[in-house]
């Protein structure tokens, strides 16, 4: 019995057995009749967008262009630090690591 989908013959191993010296089957597809190209060419694929798609699809073009580092801020605490004002939040940084930590579990 011949599988349809492979061309290979069910009587004959796929994988080597262990133990014995016989290895993969080889490919029996390329002779076996099997069509190679289509004597007419295919209509090409289509995809249609609802508006939630394009409105998601504008919204990370949006993001996309955004920069990943806020320069005005960085700059501010950058000023801030040579300057030897800046000030630490001990409290406001506590908070942020334990929701930080109950949102790990």
Known sequence: MTNK???Y???EPVL???GS???VVADK????GASSTAST???ADQVTLTSSARTLQKAEETIAKTPVV???KVAAVKQQL???TYQIDAGRVADKILGYESGLK
């Not at 597809?29 to 076996?32: I, K, L, N, P, V």
Request: glycine share 16%; net charge neutral; no cysteine.
């Open 16 to 18: 080597p057995v262990k």
């Open 21 to 23: 010296g016989s290895s």
């Open 29 to 32: 597809t390329q002779g076996d």
């Open 5 to 7: 989908i492979s061309g």
């Open 82 to 84: 040579a300057s030897g």
């Open 70 to 72: 806020n320069t005005q």
């Open 9 to 11: 013959s069910t009587t």
């Open 41 to 43: 060419t295919p209509a």
